[in-house]
């Protein structure tokens, strides 16, 4: 079993960066891959990024590539989603899940409960 709780949203205006913080309980953090995934209002939740076990592979969509960056800290059972010339399409809630797999299928077993993120133009 493992949970997970965001953290790090808020409120930014175009042009910034936030750094998003899943924390996860759990010994078996580190066996799992981790994926980062949205919902703005109306629209269906979308991949953003997802990062293997180790962290040696990374995945984007096309939409954050060159912007966001995904990583982990497997002593601190932590992933991040660093977030960087934000636009106001970015606006959404975030989400980290984990599975066994890393990428952009919704295929996780655990999801956390969100953090806002809301960027102004």
């Known amino acids: 079993q493992v949970q997970l709780v965001e953290s790090g949203g808020g409120l930014v205006q175009a042009g910034g960066s936030l750094r998003l913080s899943c924390a996860a309980s759990g010994r078996t953090f580190s066996s799992y891959a981790m994926g980062w995934f949205r919902q703005a209002p109306g629209k269906e939740r979308e991949f953003v990024a997802a990062?293997?076990?180790?962290?040696?592979?990374?995945y984007y969509a096309d939409s954050v590539k060159g912007r966001f960056t995904v990583s982990r800290d497997n002593a601190k059972n932590t992933v991040y989603l660093q977030m960087n010339s934000l636009k106001p399409e970015d606006t959404a809630v975030y989400y980290c899940?984990?599975?066994?797999?890393?990428?952009?299928?919704?295929?996780?077993?655990?999801w956390g409960q969100g953090t806002q993120v809301t960027v102004s133009s």
């Open positions: 990062i293997s076990w180790r962290g040696g592979r990374t």
């Open positions: 899940a984990a599975g066994p797999v890393p990428g952009a299928t919704q295929n996780y077993n655990y």
